[in-house]
């Protein structure tokens, strides 16, 4: 167990719709970041905040937009869905907010996202 | 894009035999890369990191080379075991200033009993 805690495990949903995906970090993690899993794709970084301010920017369609709380926890928003949405979302945290030794990335279980 | 690692292969070790997992990257100005290990169902594990400024590094049952010359990085896991079967991906810090781990497209290693 990683301690990176994200809710739901599993969601299905019909294509226009919008789902919230949720993230608690590791106990003390500041960083929250966003990766998306597909089959065709595989690991792409989405997104990266650091104490509540966005740090990092990937391949996050514009459709989709995250956030974090000031109590660390953060959340994804995917919106107006495709079935090319469906995917694997893992969150992950860190302490700081550089990748860098030192600074290990711990990867929650993912939440499986399928879109019909 | 950059693009670190190759397309998925496939990777079958007899039990208590060693292990090794290679993976190309494609930026000569990564300074820092990681190894992750996937099971099915879970999220990625970290396994071992190593910075540029060094060729090799060790942890347990686990040994991490870095060959600069020629942009590659291999994992070698030492008298494997059932539990090390999953899908290992190797990762790279690229775009500073905008920093983000590339992941490669992984290798899945089975360990035949």
């Known amino acids: 167990d990683s301690g990176v805690t994200q809710t739901p495990k599993h969601l299905i949903t019909a294509t226009g719709q919008r789902v919230t995906l949720r993230c608690s970090p590791r106990s003390g993690d500041l960083s929250v970041y966003w990766y998306q899993q597909s089959l065709d794709q595989g690991l792409q970084f989405l997104i990266q905040y650091y104490n509540g301010e966005e740090r990092a920017k990937g391949n996050i369609l514009e459709r989709f937009s995250a956030q974090q709380f000031p109590d660390l926890h953060s959340e994804l928003n995917l919106s107006s869905l495709e079935l090319g949405d469906s995917a694997l979302y893992f969150c992950a945290s860190s302490v700081a907010g550089q990748v860098n030794a030192g600074n290990t990335i711990y990867f929650g279980e993912g939440s499986w996202l399928t879109v019909v | 894009g950059e693009s670190v690692g190759l397309h998925l292969p496939t990777l079958s070790v007899q039990e208590g035999d060693n292990s090794i997992i290679n993976c190309a990257y494609s930026?000569?100005?990564?300074?820092?890369f990681i190894w992750y290990k996937q099971e099915s169902g879970k999220g990625p594990q970290f396994i071992i990191d190593i910075r540029s400024n060094m060729d090799k590094r060790q942890g347990q049952r686990v040994t991490v080379l870095l060959n600069k010359t020629v942009k590659h990085l291999s994992l070698q896991i030492a008298a494997t075991q059932p539990g090390d079967s999953a899908v290992y991906f190797c990762?790279?810090?690229?775009?500073?200033?905008?920093?983000?781990?590339?992941f490669g497209t992984g290798t899945r290693l089975t360990i035949i009993p």
């Open positions: 990762a790279e810090k690229t775009n500073f200033g905008n920093e983000k781990l590339t």
């Open positions: 930026n000569s100005a990564s300074d820092y």
